[in-house]
């Protein structure tokens, strides 16, 4: 079976975010992931992963103005300056937490601007910042997601983003592979599953259920038989990501609500067992 990490921006939202760490490592985790660590010292971070003996797997670049509604600068142009600050930070933060991989936000292409002309600004940028990456010992992820959850996203289909990391030919640039977005804008998760994996581009897999984004056994994707996909092509192909649970827990922000809504994980651990 994968290796399950939580994501601590979506689980145990009743809990203070550096009192996730704790709840995540006793509810079995080996992994956390998170959107941004940098509300907070790096020192601190990095004490509550020991204290729990947690690996950080991902987390992501400055995103730009996020209260304002930006949702990544890698696609703008303009703002190349600021993109490239936010990934010297970025790459400091995981130097700190020992984490192997940064996740960079696409952003939003503006109504007036060319998709060609977006396109040009992202891959440029994206070019500089996997070599930044690179020389610092990391990976660069980009993630397809769709435009239900955030409208105007620059990138959202699988293919589009395993075009752009051949066309740059980085080889630590990479696709964050999320099956609750692939679901929702294109489907057909496992064949993709069965695709991208063995061309070794896929840097880190997401779940959630579909379309409430709850818990993976919540909704119509088919969680334990897509394990089984990933555990079987890994075999093949020697895939040996990590599998973040991102998702809003059902129950919502009350006590305990994340860890009750845990028998998608215990499942999975069983039918590795
Ligand atoms: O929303 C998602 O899906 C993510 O993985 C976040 O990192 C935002 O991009
Ligand atoms: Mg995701």
């Not at 809990?15 to 956390?32: H, I, N, P, Q, S």
């Not at 992202?122 to 910042?129: D, I, K, T």
């Not at 040996?240 to 860890?259: I, K, L, M």
């Amino acid at each position: 079976m994968p290796r399950f990490a939580a994501n601590l921006s979506m689980l145990y939202p009743e809990l203070d975010f550096l009192d996730r760490f704790d709840a995540a490592a006793k509810d079995g985790f080996a992994g956390v992931e998170y959107l941004f660590p940098y509300a907070f010292p790096a020192t601190e971070i990095a004490a509550r992963l020991k204290a729990n003996g947690l690996k950080q797997v991902l987390f992501n670049a400055p995103p730009g103005n996020w209260d304002g509604g930006e949702r990544g600068l890698a696609c703008l142009p303009g703002r190349e300056g600021e993109f490239r600050d936010g990934i010297a930070k970025a790459l400091d933060y995981a130097a700190a937490l020992d984490c192997p991989r940064v996740h960079v936000m696409a952003g939003l292409l503006p109504a007036s601007l060319a998709r060609e002309t977006g396109k040009a600004t992202y891959v440029e940028n994206l070019r500089w910042a996997a070599g930044e990456a690179a020389k610092a010992g990391r990976d660069l992820l980009i993630e397809p997601i769709n435009t239900r959850d955030i409208p105007g996203f620059f990138l959202n289909r699988q293919d589009e983003a395993h075009a752009i990391v051949e066309a740059i030919g980085a080889s630590n640039l990479k696709v964050q592979f999320d099956l609750y977005h692939c679901q929702i804008v294109e489907g057909d998760v496992a064949m993709k599953i069965r695709k991208y994996l063995p061309t070794g581009r896929v840097g880190h897999i997401q779940i959630a259920g579909v379309p409430e984004r709850h818990e993976p056994d919540i909704g119509e994707l088919n969680h334990p038989y897509l394990f089984k996909v990933i555990d079987e092509v890994s075999a093949q192909c020697g895939w040996d990501g990590w599998v973040g649970g991102e998702y809003r827990p059902a129950r919502g922000a009350v006590p305990n609500g994340t860890s009750d809504g845990l028998a998608w994980l215990r499942a999975a651990k069983a039918l590795s067992a």
